[in-house]
């Protein structure tokens, strides 16, 4: 006979959409125990997982072990840990599998075994399509055993008739209970005496229930349950002269009423523990039952979601999407990384992945579902397309940016170059050679921007190397330098208290800052509208602020305007550029110990500050 209880965890395993295993929490990691699925998943059967003491680590992707051990102490520190990585089938193919284990602790606090399940959420999922539907359906069996029929006469206890089912049942032939009344007293269980006593007490004054249930010991010494139905016979004066009945041997029934209780106690430990968000629902939507792991990543409370329904609790931001899973199950008793949108607590958006069981509970079918919140991980995929995207419109621009410079000075320099016969005036010569001057410092300025990104972008400073400078002195040069360049801006320079006579600042790299600004200002107020410099002196700082009323900037551009490779130019301007100058202003300023501030609105203008520490 199979024993109920493996035979009920095997079921409730082999519904789980993940892996369930546990293992050693030291040493070599070895697999004490893994869940069937690992089979159709992985393609390695339950004993080689067992057989094998490197099993787990020695299929880990070598590009991932470094990271995983890494890390892995953090499951020693808060007792559970979640980690992803590329895991390798029997077939030598790779999966990625979302790992995600708990650590089981005697009462001393030792770490003794490690409690995990494994989820398959590589892109080659969709090959589970194409995975046979499980229609193994696990039973209990319930073996009947032989009945025995008897009658004993009353008062006496002597026996009238016993069939030969009592062998099976008792161990003794019929002869022995004809040649012994009441022999029953003499089999049944100690513990079940004194209930003996009571209960034909009752017996012989026509008192009994419908059936007994008891414990007795068989010939063999081996304890058994009988169940023993039972018929009171009367004389037709109404005394009772006999009782008649059945009785059954129900040892295995009871052994496997107390597995069950065992299993599902097992079960809610496998449930309570589980660092997979789960839970459990009717085919309506009623919840029964939440783990801890879905409290934590929704925000609700258990006493907020059991006994409501998901439509009443607004889980689903998508009912659509929940129609879909259940009429899966409903077909074909399962669905499998159904990707959609959940909400939590107050309306907390998040982006799950959602993977269903039809199950067996409390002798009603049920949905066991298993929630992974990938919203962190889907918004950093979209950061990183959007990365992507960026670096490739600036390389497009950067190539444009390089080569308009170096046309001029190419072409310039062959007008020169092929002037032999002095047919160029010192006029025009001087012109060339100014134009060729200013592309070739806004070709060096081009490529110290790309230098200055490279750097930020390694997380190295600047290199600022500060010294007593005038301040004033910085604005002025900068400003009359910008004056040349485009006369078309008055550009206002006011200091509402007196600067500092010097202050310890990279006189270079604030200039870079200012140039940056100021060029910014002009490039965006196209209508040549007055750009002001104005500066405030406080006892521990100066804060200097580069106001223009051009185009100005949506709030999405302010957020996003100190990010590398940002254009956020209007429609209405013909400005161009890296995208460079704000991310190596705020850096440069960062490493002057100071703080950057925008404020801008669209036809409005923008105000640019920062603030730069005076050090005494």
């Given at each position: ?297 929704t925000d609700f409370t258990v006493e907020d979601v059991v006994g409501r329904t998901v439509q009443e609790l607004g889980f689903w931001r998508k009912p659509e999407d929940r129609n879909r899973m259940v009429a899966a199950i409903k077909e074909y008793g399962f669905i499998d990384n159904l990707e959609t ?276």
């Amino acid at each position: 006979m199979h024993n109920p209880t493996n035979k009920r965890i095997e079921y409730i395993l082999s519904f789980s959409p993940a892996i369930i295993y546990t293992c050693r929490a030291e040493g070599d990691f070895g697999v004490t125990f893994v869940s069937e699925n690992i089979t159709p998943r992985f393609g390695y059967s339950i004993q080689e997982c067992l057989d094998s003491p490197n099993f787990w680590r020695g299929n880990i992707h070598p590009d991932d072990c470094e990271r995983i051990f890494e890390n892995y102490g953090s499951l020693y520190v808060k007792g559970h840990h979640t980690h992803e990585y590329r895991f390798r089938k029997k077939d030598g193919s790779y999966a990625w599998v979302l790992d995600e284990v708990h650590l089981i602790r005697d009462p001393e606090g030792n770490p003794v075994e490690i409690v995990g399940s494994w989820l398959d959420i590589s892109l080659r999922k969709q090959a589970e399509e194409e995975l046979r539907e499980s229609e193994a359906r696990y039973r209990l069996l319930a073996e009947n055993a032989n009945d025995l029929i008897y009658r004993m006469s009353l008062p006496d206890g002597c026996y009238e008739y016993v069939s030969p089912a009592s062998v099976d049942l008792f161990g003794y032939a019929p002869a022995e209970f004809y040649a012994a009344p009441k022999l029953i007293q003499k089999i049944i269980h100690s513990d079940w005496q004194k209930y003996f006593e009571e209960q034909w007490d009752k017996l012989v004054v026509g008192d009994m229930p419908p059936y007994y249930e008891y414990q007795i010991i068989h010939k063999s010494g081996k304890t058994k349950w009988v169940y023993q139905r039972n018929v009171l016979i009367n004389d037709n004066s109404g005394q009772p002269v006999a009782i008649q009945g059945i009785a059954s041997d129900i040892t295995d029934r009871k052994e496997a009423e107390a597995a069950l209780l065992k299993s599902e106690a097992l079960f809610r430990d496998f449930f309570q523990t589980n660092p997979v968000a789960t839970i459990i629902s009717s085919p309506s939507g009623l919840v029964h039952m939440v783990n801890p792991a879905f409290t934590s990543r929704t925000d609700f409370t258990v006493e907020d979601v059991v006994g409501r329904t998901v439509q009443e609790l607004g889980f689903w931001r998508k009912p659509e999407d929940r129609n879909r899973m259940v009429a899966a199950i409903k077909e074909y008793g399962f669905i499998d990384n159904l990707e959609t949108s959940f909400y939590g607590k107050n309306d907390k958006p998040m982006t799950c992945i959602v993977s269903s069981r039809a199950i067996e509970y409390e002798d009603e079918v049920r949905i066991l579902s298993i929630v992974i919140d990938v919203t962190e991980q889907r918004k950093a995929e979209e950061a990183v397309k959007k990365l992507d995207q960026a670096k490739s419109d600036f390389i497009s621009t950067a190539a444009h940016e390089l080569r308009t410079p170096l046309i001029a000075i190419v072409g310039y320099s062959e007008l020169l170059g092929s002037d032999d016969k002095n047919t160029l005036t010192e006029e025009q010569k001087e012109n060339y050679l100014s134009i060729i001057q200013d592309q070739a410092e806004d070709l060096n300025h081009l490529v110290d921007n790309l230098l200055d990104v490279g750097r930020i972008q390694v997380g190295r400073s600047l290199g600022v190397v500060p010294k007593d400078v005038e301040l004033s002195g910085i604005i002025e040069k900068v400003v009359e330098a910008l004056k040349m360049k485009s006369r078309r801006h008055n550009i206002i320079v006011a200091h509402y208290n007196s600067l500092p006579e010097h202050i310890c600042i990279d006189g270079p790299r604030i200039t870079q800052v200012l140039n940056n600004l100021l060029a910014n200002a002009i490039k965006y107020s196209p209508q040549g509208d007055p750009i002001k410099i104005q500066t405030m002196t406080d006892e521990d700082k100066i804060t200097v602020s580069i106001i223009d009323h051009g185009i100005g900037m949506t709030p999405q551009q302010v957020e996003h305007i100190f990010d590398r490779f940002y254009r956020g130019e209007d429609a209405k301007s013909a400005a161009s550029g890296l995208g460079l100058g704000m991310c190596i202003v705020e850096q440069i300023i960062a490493d002057h110990g100071g703080e950057v501030f925008v404020s801008s609105a669209p036809d409005e203008g923008t105000t640019i500050t920062f603030t730069l520490p005076i050090r005494q």
